[in-house]
């Protein structure tokens, strides 16, 4: 059975070397290929401790996922510049990074997987599985997934909200896959979601190289 060090111990690495590599700009790209080999490996082998990753899931709710993935970047990218932040945001660009250009690519790559899927499934694990759950009983795994009570729901929401820099696209992303997990009961649709949201601003700034978003 799944204890409450399977969600958050894979979160915390996270968290933890993202604050690190925030000392070391230089290094931005290499902290985040370790932070998403460590964590991914990590979750890989915990697999079968998340019962909930396997879940089968209705086609219909994952489209609805994907919608409400789309409709979170939509809001991120086109409400920039028109809303507060925490803190101006620091992107650099991986084409300013010393190195080849196989290390430059290799760079990009783990930035891309860590935010389109490592991420995703360890976010939701964490604030949407477990918190959530925790905030309603200690003993979470009692919880049946996607149950909903104004405190835990809105006291992820905002937590979730206060790790961006961005605070407002944030709460309405943590509302929005709160309210999927509520909805559907699955982890998958809310993961998924995620991703389409994460993975799809990943392209966009590849393609406009807006590293802010980064």
Request: aromatic share 20%.
């Amino acid at each position: 059975m799944a204890s409450w060090w399977h969600y958050v111990v894979p979160f915390g690495i996270f968290i933890l070397l993202t604050e690190i590599g925030n000392l070391f700009p230089e290094l931005t790209y290499w902290f985040y290929t370790l932070k998403t080999i460590l964590v991914g490996l990590l979750l890989f082998f915990w697999r079968r401790f998340y019962a909930e990753l396997w879940m089968k899931s209705h086609p219909r709710d994952i489209a609805i996922g994907i919608l409400a993935g789309l409709g979170v970047l939509l809001f991120w990218v086109g409400m920039e510049g028109y809303l507060p932040q925490l803190s101006e945001s620091k992107g650099i660009s991986p084409y300013l990074t010393e190195g080849r250009k196989s290390i430059i690519f290799l760079n990009i790559f783990f930035r891309l997987l860590g935010t389109a899927l490592v991420v995703p499934v360890m976010e939701e694990l964490f604030w949407r599985s477990f918190l959530m759950r925790y905030f309603i009983n200690k003993k979470f795994y009692e919880v049946p997934l996607g149950t909903y009570t104004h405190f835990s729901f809105w006291a992820v929401a905002v937590l979730f909200a206060l790790e961006h820099f961005r605070i407002i696209p944030g709460l309405l992303a943590g509302v929005t896959y709160g309210w999927l997990i509520c909805w559907s009961k699955n982890l998958r649709v809310s993961i998924v979601s995620h991703l389409v949201t994460n993975l799809g601003l990943g392209i966009y700034v590849l393609f406009t190289h807006q590293w802010k978003f980064w």
